[in-house]
């Protein structure tokens, strides 16, 4: 069969993110890239390209392609407003104290089982909206502001909707375990006997989980509760990730690398044997300082020992309506770089290769390779890490997902 290229990128620099071409960004200078049937055909080099005409030829003006961007860690489908709470943080307030009286995730709860499947679908196509407009070709959504049954399932089919009507990969996670709801006051265990069974059956029998997520902390659930969540998910195939050493320590990221989680989330009190369990698994550590940010937190992530262990690190906004409510990866890559410290290789590692990792996408995303999906951005940048270095200023001259130019949509 002839070679055939659907589209050809020349005169473009290359931030490939490939590890084997170099440690930084991947750089191919002068560079060319050709897609075809929505994947990379070829890329290297412009004076070694084939000799192949493609159906469409682009001039990439001199501009940078990276990988889309991947968040890896959102609660984007909800419903009502928690703004009351902020005004209560301004006050002295911490988010344990808030959750404690009943407000943080129970609020949040109450306004989305009152909502209809298309109200949060509504709402959801708002949220994600900014990410799409920065460059988000991928994204995690959970569930978990239901915390009964029918609720979980319409934020997991609500999250199904959105990678079926919008340009993105959407990676949906059931997070069944995020709080306690009212009416198991008390009996936490009872609660997750109810995870384990009546729910996980149904978000399986309806396969919309790509992976479960849990919530181990001393206001979430413990490492036992939690050990059970896993083995429930085991049972139907689900990966798993945790929300681990958030506020406190728990170990849970040793219970995360025990089963080979995907990923443990937040970190702030990490230590060194859970980085180095971490490591041993090669469970990527997502870095989420967003809420580090907006909770006030002083306690940072060990960003150095993460570094001399190996430990892949990703970056996710956690956008959600309570603890980091802002629609941006951007500012999160951002925020990586000034309040943890990471280098603008290692921020933008952390939202292509290291997050595909974290969402179990590797082999599909998450770099410029041959056979990988053709995720791609062009920027009208001189320097990859201008887009640390700057907030709000750059976005992509064009956004290509699968192949196609869905720039403005």
Not at 34 to 58: C, F, K, M, V, Y
Not at 95 to 100: L, M, T, V
Not at 321 to 332: D, E, I, M, V
Not at 357 to 371: E, F, S, W
Request: some cysteine; overall charge negative.
């Amino acid at each position: 069969m002839t070679p055939h290229w659907d589209s050809l990128w020349t005169n473009v620099r290359l931030a490939t993110m490939d590890p084997e071409i170099d440690s930084g960004y991947g750089t191919i200078e002068d560079g060319a890239l050709a897609i075809s049937n929505g994947r990379i055909a070829w890329l290297g080099p412009a004076n070694e390209r084939p000799d192949i005409t493609p159906d469409q030829q682009h001039d990439g003006q001199g501009g940078w392609i990276t990988p889309g961007l991947i968040d890896c860690h959102t609660h984007l489908v909800f419903a009502g407003n928690r703004c009351h709470e902020f005004a209560l943080r301004q006050q002295g307030a911490s988010y344990q104290q808030i959750a404690e009286q009943g407000g943080g995730i129970r609020g949040t709860v109450q306004a989305t089982r009152a909502s209809s499947e298309q109200q949060l679908f509504e709402r959801a196509s708002q949220h994600l909206q900014p990410f799409l407009d920065e460059g988000v070709t991928s994204i995690e959504i959970k569930s978990g502001y239901g915390l009964e049954t029918e609720t979980e399932l319409r934020m997991l089919r609500v999250a199904r909707r959105l990678a079926q009507e919008r340009p993105i990969t959407v990676h949906t996670s059931f997070l069944g375990a995020h709080a306690l709801p009212e009416e198991f006051e008390g009996r936490a265990d009872a609660y997750i006997d109810h995870v384990c069974a009546e729910m996980m059956t149904a978000v399986a029998a309806e396969e919309l989980a790509d992976s479960v997520d849990m919530f181990c902390e001393r206001i979430g659930f413990s490492l036992a509760q939690c050990e059970r969540v896993i083995q429930s998910a085991n049972q139907y195939g689900l990966p798993i990730r945790i929300h681990a050493e958030q506020l406190s320590n728990l170990r849970a990221s040793h219970l995360a690398a025990d089963h080979h989680a995907l990923s443990v989330d937040h970190l702030e009190h990490l230590d060194e044997s859970g980085i180095m369990a971490l490591a041993r698994a090669d469970t990527v550590a997502t870095l989420l300082p967003g809420a580090f940010y907006f909770l006030r937190e002083t306690q940072l992530p060990p960003i150095e020992l993460l570094r001399r262990h190996g430990v892949k690190m990703a970056v996710g906004s956690d956008f959600n309506p309570g603890s980091s409510p802002q629609a941006s990866l951007r500012l999160s890559m951002q925020m990586a770089a000034n309040l943890f410290g990471l280098s603008p290789q290692e921020v933008l590692a952390g939202v292509t290769r290291n997050a595909a990792q974290a969402l179990g996408l590797n082999q599909q995303i998450g770099q410029l390779r041959r056979g990988l999906q053709a995720d791609l951005l062009l920027w009208e940048i001189d320097d990859p890490a201008e887009l640390v270095w700057h907030y709000g200023l750059h976005r992509p001259r064009q956004i290509i997902k699968e192949g196609q130019d869905v720039s403005g949509r």
